[in-house]
C-alpha cells in the first residue's frame, strides 16, 4: 500500500471502474497523498468482469471500496452493446461504434452518486478519469461537460461543498499508461474488454484502443499474451 509522505491527507472519492484509466488514477492520487475511497458501479455492463478487478485492486491497496447497484437502470438506457443489447463492434473506434457502445449519461449518473457520497461524508473532493481520447467518442468524457458539471455539484453540495476533478481529461490513454508504468501500476489486475469473457477479444475498441497505448509506451500490455 502507499504510504503518504504528507501529514494531513485530503480525501477524495474516486470512480473506479477496474480499467487502465480509473486505475492509474488511484495510483496516482495515492501517490499525492490523498486518502481515497473508491466508488465502483455495477449497471449491468456486459464486462461485469471490471467490477472484480475493482475489488482486488481496492482490496490490494487498502482503499476503502462499494459497488453499488445501478443495474435496475439499464431498462432506461437504451441498446448499448455494453448492456448486452447488441453486438460489441470488432474495430477500432469510430463514429458508428462509439454509438453502439455509450451508455446514455452515464458519468453523470455515476458522479451524481459520487457527489452525493461524498457529501455525506464531508470528502472535498470527487475524481472520474476521463481523457482525451475518450472526448471524441463520450461526450460526458469531455472538458466542456467538466467544467459545466463542476458548478452543478458545487452548488447542490452547499452544506459541505464537493469539487470535481478530471485530471486526465487533456491527456491520452498512451501518456496515462506512461504515468502507469512509472507508478508501477499492475495493469495485469485491470480489464478493458467490452466483451467480459475470460480472456480479452483484442478486436474490440477498448481492446485496441489499450493495446495501442502500451505499444506507443514502448511496452507490452500484459493481457496481450491471454
Not at 58 to 83: E, I, K, Y
Not at 112 to 138: F, K, L, M
Not at 177 to 200: H, N
Not at 208 to 213: D, F, G, S, T, Y
Request: glycine share 4%; with cysteine; hydrophobic share 40%.
Amino acid at each position: 500500500m502507499h504510504k503518504s509522505q504528507h501529514g494531513n491527507r485530503t480525501k477524495a472519492v474516486l470512480i473506479l471502474s477496474g480499467g487502465v484509466d480509473s486505475t492509474t488514477l488511484l495510483y496516482k492520487l495515492l501517490d499525492d497523498g490523498h486518502e481515497v475511497h473508491a466508488l465502483t458501479f455495477d449497471y449491468a455492463q456486459r464486462h461485469k468482469k471490471e467490477i472484480d478487478c475493482a475489488r482486488k485492486i481496492a482490496s490490494l491497496l487498502g482503499v476503502p471500496h462499494s459497488v453499488v447497484d445501478l443495474s435496475p437502470l439499464a431498462d432506461l438506457l437504451g441498446d448499448s452493446a455494453l448492456l448486452s443489447r447488441r453486438e460489441v463492434p470488432s474495430c477500432h473506434y469510430t463514429e458508428e461504434a462509439a454509438r453502439q457502445t455509450i451508455v446514455p449519461n452515464r458519468n453523470m449518473i455515476m458522479l451524481s452518486v459520487a457527489a452525493g457520497y461524498a457529501e455525506a461524508h464531508q470528502i472535498p473532493e470527487i475524481y472520474y478519469a476521463a481523457h482525451r481520447n475518450d472526448c471524441t467518442i463520450y461526450p460526458d468524457c469531455r472538458s466542456e461537460f467538466v467544467e459545466a458539471l463542476k458548478p452543478a455539484i458545487r452548488l447542490a453540495t452547499a452544506w459541505h461543498p464537493v469539487e470535481l476533478r478530471a485530471p486526465f481529461v487533456n491527456l491520452t490513454k498512451a501518456e496515462i499508461v506512461k504515468l502507469g508504468l512509472q507508478l508501477k501500476v499492475p495493469y495485469a489486475l485491470t480489464w478493458s474488454c467490452y466483451r467480459g469473457e475470460e480472456v480479452p477479444c483484442h478486436a474490440c475498441p477498448t481492446c485496441i484502443e489499450r493495446e495501442e497505448a502500451f505499444a506507443l509506451c514502448g511496452a507490452e500490455d500484459p493481457l496481450v499474451s491471454r
